[in-house]
């Protein structure tokens, strides 16, 4: 692991002290999603300003701070909140969190984010859960050295999102009575949002979801050998396909009232995981 994945996995275990127990999994919580964070018991909480490496997020609703501690009784760490490449951090900043999951003994990840919905079957206030992904926001969180002892220098992505995890979150959402679709995420760079046209394009391309996350994070978690699930809250339709203007604060609104049903998911889904 790099310098920076070991100092902070260090700190976070003697932040811990005797409590300390090994996360089973990781989750990282995006916009208006961190409400999940507040239900891990016998917690340690950490702000990312405290663990070397972390890039610190200043978008609202992102609390930046580190959980740890048992949620439904399996031993998790929580990223609550993340930062984005459009606030201008490197790409290989987005590594460290990731690889300090791994560091600190998880062998599966969690992701989830707010997005837009490019079909029309996921309204705002669904959750999706994605089965694969179109990268384009323009560069990859491996670009540069390769260090062998995380990762292999080409990693393969095509089994990127867990088909055994995917059903575990079916079943979870099932038994909460939520109806969990699934489709394509596809990563842009923002900040700005899309415009129509580039929505038109991405649905021709088999997008069935938009954002501005996760994706550089499922790679490196692939990278370094972590099995990985996500879901997105889909907050808004994207642009052309609704009547509504587009913003972070209506971002935050709906992914409010998604967060309801991810939560329940989440929960059921942690509870059920071995």
């Known amino acids: ?19 300390f127990v090994t996360p089973k999994l990781g989750m990282v919580l995006g916009s208006g999603l961190g409400g999940l964070a507040d239900a891990v ?16 997020g200043t978008v609202p609703g992102h609390a930046g ?31 460290v969190p990731i690889r300090t999951i791994r560091a600190l003994g998880a062998d599966t990840v969690v992701l989830t984010n707010a997005a837009g919905s490019i079909n029309p079957d996921a ?5 999706m859960a994605l089965t694969d992904h ?13 260090d062998d002892a995380i990762g292999p220098r080409f990693v393969g992505l095509g089994d990127t999102y867990n088909k055994d995890l995917l059903r575990l979150l079916q079943a979870a959402a099932e038994a ?15 900040p700005s949002f899309e415009t129509p046209a580039e929505i038109r394009a991405f649905r021709t391309l088999g997008a069935d979801a938009v954002g501005m996350s996760t994706v550089p994070e499922a790679i490196v978690a692939r990278h370094c050998g972590l ?7 889909i907050t808004n339709l994207a642009e052309g396909l609704g009547d509504e203007p587009l913003s972070h604060e209506h971002t935050l609104k709906n992914a409010a009232i998604a ?16």
């Open 1 to 19: 692991m790099s310098d920076w994945t070991t100092e902070a996995a260090d700190a976070i275990r003697e932040a811990a002290g005797d409590g």
């Open 41 to 56: 018991q016998d917690a340690t909480s950490i702000p990312y300003t405290d663990l070397p490496g972390f890039p610190v």
């Open 65 to 95: 701070r580190l959980v740890l501690g048992t949620l439904e009784g399996t031993p998790v760490v929580v990223l609550q909140g993340r930062a984005h490449l459009y606030e201008g951090i490197p790409a290989s900043s987005v590594a």
């Open 123 to 127: 309204k705002p206030g669904a959750i």
């Open 134 to 146: 179109i990268n384009f926001q323009g560069m990859n969180p491996l670009a540069g050295p390769n």
């Open 176 to 190: 909460e009575g939520v109806t969990l679709h699934e489709g394509v995420y596809l990563a842009v760079l923002g």
């Open 227 to 233: 099995r990985v699930a996500a879901i997105s809250a």
């Open 259 to 274: 967060a309801q049903d991810l939560q329940r998911v989440l929960a059921h889904f942690v509870k059920e995981y071995h």
